[in-house]
């Protein structure tokens, strides 16, 4: 055994290699193989483990791609029940939109958010009264930038 090539060995690494220099070449074969095989299983475990990692993030970012990309549109009082912040129901959430800029002060959406495709305002003919209202509803991009911003209000009032 060359010292000079073992330099950065420690002795359990230094005496098994001892051991290996005096099998035949057969034998170190046999167990070159044996050691490489082991190797390769865990590796091919390990890589399984990771396709499945990656299916189900893959069907996750689907989920959300699909969401995100949907037109669907949502109330108001849908909003809240989907956030579910404590304290923060259609009128309460309505307010806070309308304190930080998000909602105009007739609840219209601000049209820079329009723009950005957060939602609309829609407009609702009560039958009743006769009477033409502006509604906003937002979508998915909308919802979470509520989320967003009402997360950091909490975190600021705490």
Known sequence: MNDENNYFLNEQSKNALE????????????????ILKKDYMEKVKE?????????????????YN?????ETHYEMSKVAKMLNYKNYGRNNLMSFLRD??????????????????????????NERTGETYFKPVLT???????RRRLDEHIAETE
Request: hydrophobic residues 30%; proline residues 1%.
């Open 66 to 70: 699909k969401m995100t990309n949907s």
């Open 100 to 125: 930080i800029g998000y909602l105009l002060s007739n609840n219209e959406l601000k049209q820079r958010y329009v723009n950005l495709g957060h939602g609309k305002t829609i407009a609702v003919y």
């Open 47 to 63: 890589n399984n483990e990771l396709k499945k990692e990656n299916e189900n993030l893959n069907e996750k970012l689907d989920t």
């Open 19 to 34: 051991k290996f220099e005096i099998l035949t070449p057969a034998e170190r074969e046999k167990v070159l193989m044996s």
């Open 140 to 146: 998915t991009k909308g919802v979470d930038y509520v």
